[in-house]
């Protein structure tokens, strides 16, 4: 016992006086948690609050086209600069660039012409089916479209919810103009506006209800990225670790203590006690920083789970297959260099494929087992079944003993690494 | 009264996994304790490779080693309390003062906390670490380095204390000091298997030589009988005699 007592002093000690190797610790990861979670949290924030800067230039004079614009201002989405009629394309991109807008809306000269005469048709095929008699000088019309301007920088996902937004407004005047002419055709004299805004006004509401286990709020970034960022700096203590193994090894402390007549079982268990304290270290002050910090800075506090025990066995789950790896990766490194390269790097991508950077349903089918490998994967599913759907640890069990099973299999690989290169 | 050897090496054959050619084929040699013996000879020609298959580091694949009569092929950890190591690398940590460093390698060593400050104090004081106890050996010359070297192979009093190349790199002062101490260590009882390429300092320091080239003992005595024998009259002249005078690998 003493000497494992001995062994965590000068593990401890040694983490303490590494200023860098501490700052890549605790620093950097609670940086990278504020710095994400704001950005995602004003995309979170976009179709509420942020609007998107759009140039809007209507070359059309018509009724129609200004209640698209009210429709289209109604959805909130965006944030509409009207322009003088321009002609050229280039006047669009000059125009773009000036008023610091990512997209912008060309409305054609025949716009309103062309909404008319749809709802005419419209109304005439109707009533014909009715039964009724109609005026059947309908047209065949051929009709300029809405032009929408994206920059390229624009991600899909955005694009497809103002095309979204654009085709519900053009929706919203298309039916508003038949109704006119459905009802002008029928009573012989205009639709009254209370009629109109009563029958187009009556969509049914959708109701939102995230799939939690216990009544919560609605998800929010914060309990998105916090979950995410504290595995992604539980795993980044390799560049700590795994460049101190590599230190000992090629110092020749790891021969000394061969030496020495004490197993080298409790110099591994040392190591892995105090970078597990510290795993711990860095959850609890991420997730205070949730809680405390975000609300003062405008992001949204972060919520624990209620099951804080689960919560406790999850980060201990995470911490031991983050110090498991970083021990094996330094045991296999020559270097110093190549342990910090190839960890951090690895990170990164066992990041990428477990989901944490792109969600894993959002991936190609062949990803979704590949994801499986990685022990992030695992980790990031036991968070969100805690953090986003507040589960217990009956729920989150599977995922503990899979992190449990990769952290064996480092720690397996780490004993055969040293055994074939004569350390222990 | 039978005393057993420090060292007994029984036709022992060791070869590096993956490597071609043996290393050693049917070594034997004895250390008597209180012995100050020397192990010498050119570059690559095995002397690393003997002191870490003394030491248990390397088994052979045939024959044994055995240390005051215990069989290093048992990998009983209990022998590695007769003896003490210092390598050639300052294998140690630098973040850590030389108080800490002697705290956790006194620990490994099998003391308890009392006996770890005691001997703690001493060495310091022997060695001349005193004002520095409490300062990161990163800051240090490379001779205070070699003296915490030193002090972590012996803090646990050893019966035999291996020392692989212990004054490279050191000024005159250092090297005396290091010298001394070995030898005070060695009237105390303790058995010293010692490897350098200083000569000079060989011939001050050692009783007993064996002289190996290519995986072989190919002179054995103490200096004087040796020197005798191949009439010369240093231990340079005698090594270069013995083991020629073309560049090794």
């Not at chain 1, 109304?123 to 994206?150: C, H, M, Q, R």
């Not at chain 1, 029928?186 to 939102?208: A, H, M, V, Y």
Request: proline share 4%; with cysteine.
């Amino acid at each position: 016992m003493y000497k494992l007592w001995a062994s965590i002093l000068k593990d401890t000690k040694i983490l303490l006086r590494d200023k860098v190797g501490l700052a890549l610790i605790f620093g950097m990861p609670v940086l990278l948690v504020i710095i994400v979670t704001s950005i995602q949290n004003s995309a979170f924030q976009m179709v509420n609050k942020n609007k998107l800067t759009t140039v809007l230039c209507n070359k059309d004079t018509g009724v129609a086209s200004k209640q698209f614009i009210a429709a289209l201002d109604k959805v909130g989405l965006l944030n509409l600069i009207p322009v003088p009629a321009i002609n050229s394309e280039k006047d669009i991109k000059q125009l773009v660039r000036e008023k610091g807008a990512m997209i912008a809306i060309l409305i054609p000269p025949d716009f309103s012409q062309n909404i008319h005469d749809k709802a005419k048709n419209v109304s005439i095929k109707a009533l014909e089916s009715f039964g009724l008699p109609a005026d059947s000088t309908g047209k065949n019309i051929t009709s300029t479209p809405v032009t929408l301007y994206y920059d390229p920088v624009l991600q899909d996902a955005y694009r497809f919810s103002i095309e979204g937004a654009i085709q519900g407004a053009l929706q919203l005047t298309g039916s508003s103009e038949t109704l006119k002419q459905l009802y002008a055709s029928l009573n012989d004299k205009p639709l009254p506006d209370s009629t109109e805004r009563e029958l187009l006004g009556s969509q049914s509401p959708i109701n939102e209800v995230p799939l939690s286990r216990n009544q919560r709020d609605v998800p929010n970034a914060t309990q998105h990225n916090v979950p995410s960022w504290t595995i992604f700096a539980m795993f980044f203590i390799i560049l700590s670790l795994g460049g101190s193994v590599v230190r000992e090894k090629r110092s020749g402390s790891f021969i000394r203590l061969k030496t020495l007549p004490t197993p080298f079982w409790v110099g591994l268990l040392s190591k892995q006690l105090t970078y597990l304290v510290v795993t711990f270290l860095q959850a609890v002050i991420i997730c205070c920083i949730g809680i405390w910090l975000f609300p003062h800075i405008g992001l949204p506090g972060l919520k624990l789970p209620t099951d804080t025990l689960a919560l406790i066995v999850v980060t201990i789950a995470c911490g031991w297959c983050a110090v498991s790896y970083a021990i094996c990766i330094g045991v296999f490194a020559e270097t110093q260099e190549q342990a910090n390269g190839f960890g951090a790097m690895s990170i990164v991508i066992l990041a990428a494929i477990g989901g944490l950077m792109v969600p894993s349903f959002a991936m190609p089918a062949s990803f979704h087992t590949i994801s499986k490998v990685s022990p992030l994967h695992w980790c990031l599913q036991a968070y969100y079944e805690l953090f986003l759907k507040d589960g217990t640890l009956a729920n989150v069990l599977p995922n503990v003993l899979s992190l449990i099973l990769i952290a064996i299999i480092f720690q397996a690989l780490t004993l055969w690494g040293l055994r074939r290169k004569n350390l222990i | 009264m039978v005393t057993v050897d420090a060292i007994d090496i029984q036709n022992v054959r060791f070869a590096y996994p993956r490597n071609e050619g043996e290393i050693y084929d049917h070594l034997n040699l004895n250390i008597k304790q209180g012995d100050r013996f020397g192990v010498f000879g050119p570059n690559g020609a095995g002397k690393t490779t003997l002191m870490n298959l003394m030491t248990g580091l390397l088994y052979p694949q045939e024959g044994s080693i055995k240390l005051l009569g215990h069989n290093t092929a048992t990998r009983n950890k209990e022998i590695n309390k007769l003896f003490g190591f210092v390598p050639q690398e300052l294998s140690f940590y630098k973040e850590l003062t030389p108080a800490e460093n002697l705290h956790f390698f006194g620990a490994w060593a099998g003391l308890d906390g009392n006996t770890i400050m005691k001997r703690t104090r001493e060495l310091l004081h022997i060695l001349g670490l005193e004002d520095v106890r409490n300062k990161q050996v990163q800051t240090f010359s490379g001779g205070m380095k070699r003296r915490v070297n030193l002090a972590i192979g012996v803090i646990h009093n050893p019966k035999v204390l291996f020392l692989d190349e212990p004054t490279v790199g050191v000024d005159v002062q250092t090297r005396h000091a290091i010298i001394s101490y070995l030898k005070e260590l060695n009237n105390n009882g303790t058995t010293l298997v010692y490897t350098s390429h200083q000569l000079n300092e060989a011939e001050d320091l050692c009783n007993e030589m064996a002289l190996i080239d290519e995986g072989k003992i190919v002179a054995k005595g103490s200096i004087n009988e040796l020197l005798e024998q191949h009439n010369t009259s240093s231990l340079e002249n005698l090594f270069l005699k013995i083991t020629g005078k073309s560049y090794r690998n």
